[in-house]
């Protein structure tokens, strides 16, 4: 039956995926996206409660039997990307694309609303549906979500990313630390600006800048444990203007991943330590922010230990496998630290449709049909937590 019922829903799913991916909005602002998810819901007869943790939507779907109250969590936000992409659902917003399959994800959980408010009569207890804001920007809009009541009452909480390093037809899951805690760093340098041809009379930032670039590379060869991960990234830089004019300030952002919170606290101090010296070092001064991020994925190891028995009878023991540690971060770990449950891959990577570039790609895009995968691996999820606590 469910697998039946999905094939019927995938081409709304296709359909709904191409209109969102045409119609991306960015976190905190999906006031149109949420509107017209929750038209979509209405559409079909589900109990929709809107503004939720900004533009959060909750489902609440009630069984005709007893049970459990389950969650299951999806993302609408989009990405501050130009969509390069040449296909008949390309972005119509500039500079704006779904790059990281959330159009997908909300896709797939609109099926799951349909599957769950037709067979009410079978379902035991409760299925809460979180369309969630604001996943790609710290501090995420999970938070809202939950001080709005999303978790309250909450048995267990499950949540899917369609991953396109995965290939289409498997999923992956890992019990205990499974995606980094993302940190942000911001750097400000201020030297003696002056003209390029005289270095002398001036602090080159931008030499300061490189200096620094290669200073903090050592911090995770040196400091730490080789048999802890972690990375420190410069992403962007922005010094001067003008070939012969030698800047005077320059702002650095980057980016750290870690999985325990020593390491964490280690390579901040480290950070500081480095950018404050090799600025004197320079004769420069340097203004240094470190931002926490979302908290390490932490999956319930009961939780997983699940995942691994329903994603093999779903998909057969060949399409399951345990993940390697992730460096994305995700806020979906606030619910986990609220509730017991388990985060999920869904394999969405298939070069014989495109689907080869990684998230935030501009030239992003996914296999559709791990929607369908998606979809029955968080249905089975739940009906298996719900099958199970009706023995006990």
Not at 20 to 30: A, D, I, K
Not at 210 to 232: F, G, K
Not at 245 to 268: H, N, P, Q, W, Y
Request: glycine content about 10%; proline content about 6%.
């Amino acid at each position: 039956m469910l697998e039946a019922r999905l094939q019927t829903a995938y081409p709304d799913m296709v359909n709904w995926r191409r209109y969102l991916h045409q119609h991306p909005e960015l976190s905190f602002h999906e006031k149109e996206t949420s509107t017209w998810i929750a038209e979509r819901l209405r559409e079909m007869g589900c109990e929709v409660r809107e503004g939720v943790g900004g533009y959060g939507l909750i489902v609440t779907i009630r069984g005709a039997l007893p049970g459990p109250v389950i969650a299951l969590r999806t993302d609408i936000d989009a990405l501050p990307i130009q969509d390069e992409k040449s296909t008949p659902y390309t972005s119509k917003v500039p500079g704006v694309m779904h790059a990281c399959g959330h159009d997908a994800h909300t896709s797939t959980m609109l099926a799951i609303a349909r599957f769950y408010q037709e067979n009410r009569e079978q379902v035991a207890g409760e299925r809460r549906l979180l369309f969630q804001p604001a996943e790609e920007v710290s501090p995420g809009g999970a938070i809202g979500m939950i001080a709005d009541g999303a978790l309250d009452g909450v048995d267990a909480v499950y949540g899917v990313h369609l991953w396109t390093p995965l290939p289409y037809g498997k999923v992956s899951s890992r019990p205990g630390p499974f995606m980094a805690a993302p940190d942000e760093i911001y750097i400000d340098i201020t030297g003696k600006g002056g003209h390029g041809g005289l270095p002398h009379e001036t602090v080159d930032v931008i030499v300061v800048a490189s200096a620094m670039i290669q200073a903090l590379q050592s911090i995770v060869s040196r400091n730490v444990n080789p048999l802890e991960p972690a990375v420190v990234s410069i992403g962007s830089i922005q010094a001067g203007a003008t070939a012969n004019v030698i800047a005077e300030r320059c702002r650095m952002t980057g980016t750290v991943r870690t999985f325990s919170d020593d390491i964490r606290s280690l390579i901040k101090g480290r950070l500081e330590a480095l950018v404050h010296q090799t600025a004197a070092m320079y004769g420069a001064s340097a203004a240094f922010e470190y931002r926490n991020g979302y908290p390490t994925v932490v999956n319930d190891a009961k939780e997983t230990e699940r995942f691994f028995k329903v994603a093999a009878e779903a998909f057969g023991p060949e399409g399951v496998q345990e993940s390697p540690l992730i460096m994305a971060g995700e806020d979906f770990t606030y619910y986990l630290r609220k509730a017991q449950g388990c985060f999920m891959f869904v394999g969405a990577g298939n070069p014989e449709c495109g689907a080869t570039f990684p998230h935030h790609h501009p030239r992003f895009d996914l296999d559709e049909r791990a929607m369908l995968k998606s979809a029955k691996l968080m249905i089975s999820m739940a009906e298996d937590f719900a099958a199970e606590a009706a023995l006990n």
